[in-house]
């Protein structure tokens, strides 16, 4: 295999390595509980094959080292959104089939054909540019997903638009229908009507493709949610993400997953403030009584949210101590006043859990989520690059 110009132009991300760490910030994964995960979505499958959701580099958890684990641990496959990101894992020398979803193959589609990718499809013109590509390269016929929009309002083909998808895969012998799916726009909503009408808008496509003389081999729709509601059963296919990493998709779902990521830190200073002095850029916290309070070297550049400011915690000893103060760049300080023994090079966690002479307690991307009006995925995928991931095995 020769490299081709365009995987010379495809950016892969740097990652901070371990073995370059000299500040004590960092995400243990902990890939026991990654394949625990795994095990509790297998059960929910029942026959479905499990497509694990690797997007956004395994949700910020490390995509070569979770795709690996995911496929010793007996994963039927990964989806991915970018085909940047589909590379990655094969040049990890992940051999598990990999579905690209985002659409964008730009010119791209050598590189598609030579990674043995399967591509999400949903305009005729794709599929007349891989079939080109698969004539040049006298490939066999190469197998698409063909994505139908039942009306999430983002990516697909409209149903109206289904007919004329039919006669480009008549006129392109060399692409075929291998897959058919769907995204669900309120699988977390057990209250909504909106699932059950997206997969009858679903069930309508298939119907007209197989009248057409088209018959995917798999159909898939589910997300975590819909997975662990049970909302979109009867597929071949569920592709689960964030439930992965031990996120639950909605209060109450998939109470037995464990999560996967702990974002940890250690003491760097330790000052005592007298009652009435204030701290932090624009002085936004001001102590009411002598406190003692805790610097630490985690900032909104690592994912630690901005939002958090004055009403976030760590944990210290096993115990909460409050964020004082708005998030900085690099840093963040925290109350520690009521953290006896506490001293510097003591560990503090942003994310996940921690035992310690003070007790034992838990920070959920969940939990962060909601004091800063955002959602758990978006708190996983923001811990930056500069956090190096430390693969754990209990
Ligand atoms: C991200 C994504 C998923 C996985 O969603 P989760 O809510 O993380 O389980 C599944 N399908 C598509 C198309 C996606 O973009």
């Not at 891989?130 to 990516?155: C, N």
């Not at 909504?192 to 009858?200: E, G, I």
Request: net charge positive; aromatic share 4%.
């Amino acid at each position: 295999m020769t490299a081709s110009p365009l995987s010379l132009r495809v950016c892969r991300p740097r990652r901070a390595a371990p073995a370059e760490a000299v500040r004590p910030t960092r995400a243990e994964i902990n890939l026991g509980h990654l394949r625990h995960n795994l095990r509790v979505l297998k059960r929910a499958a029942g026959p479905a094959a499990v497509y694990g959701v690797l997007k956004a580099d395994a949700y910020g958890h490390g995509g070569p080292a979770v795709a690996r684990t995911l496929e010793r641990a007996g994963i039927e496959g990964f989806a991915v959104a970018l085909i940047e990101e589909a590379i990655e894992l094969r040049e990890a020398g992940i051999r598990a089939p990999l579905l690209v979803m985002g659409g964008h193959y730009g010119r791209a589609w050598g590189e598609l054909l030579r990674h043995e990718l399967t591509p999400v499809v949903f305009d005729p013109g794709q599929l007349e540019a891989l079939a080109a590509e698969a004539r040049l390269a006298g490939a066999g016929p190469v197998g698409v997903h063909l994505k139908i929009d039942t009306s999430m309002g983002r990516l697909g083909a409209r149903p109206h638009e289904v007919a004329a998808l039919a006669r480009a895969f008549a006129r392109h012998p060399e692409v075929r229908l291998a897959g058919l799916m769907t995204h669900l726009a309120c699988a977390d909503d057990p209250t909504s009507d909106a699932t059950r009408t997206q997969l009858a808008l679903f069930a309508r496509v298939e119907a007209e493709l197989a009248a057409a003389g088209l018959r995917p081999g798999v159909r898939h729709a589910a997300n975590s949610a819909a997975l662990l509601a049970g909302n979109a059963p009867g597929f071949e296919w569920v592709r689960p993400g964030v439930a992965l990493f031990g996120v639950a998709p909605a209060t109450g779902l998939g109470p037995e997953l464990r999560p996967v990521m702990r974002v940890r830190t250690e003491i760097v200073a330790l000052r005592r403030l007298e009652a009435g002095e204030a701290l932090g850029y624009g002085w936004a916290w001001r102590a009411e009584r002598p406190s003692l309070i805790a610097t630490l070297p985690l900032g909104y550049a690592d994912g630690l949210p901005r939002g958090l400011s004055n009403q976030g915690n760590l944990l210290v000893r096993g115990k909460r101590a409050p964020v004082v103060g708005v998030v900085s760049m690099d840093m963040v300080m925290v109350d520690v006043t009521d953290h006896p023994g506490v001293g510097v090079g003591d560990e503090a966690v942003a994310l996940g859990p921690q035992r310690g002479p003070l007790g034992a307690g838990e920070i959920t991307a969940s939990e962060i989520a909601a004091q800063t009006g955002t959602i758990p995925w978006e708190v996983l995928t923001g811990v930056s690059r500069r956090v190096p991931r430390f693969f754990r095995e209990p």
